[in-house]
């Protein structure tokens, strides 16, 4: 399921490589997730 997501991602030219994908999924989780337990501190 996600795999499919990444390579449709790929397809349509919004990035270059799975590995592209990934970094900017993982950098967004880490703003959301982050932001979140800094506003509770």
Do not use: H, Q
Request: charged share 30%.
């Amino acid at each position: 399921m996600y795999l499919e997501g990444i390579e449709e991602l790929v397809n349509m030219n919004m990035y270059p490589n799975r590995s592209e994908v990934i970094r900017v999924a993982i950098r967004d989780l880490l703003k959301v997730e982050l932001s979140t337990v800094l506003r509770k501190e």
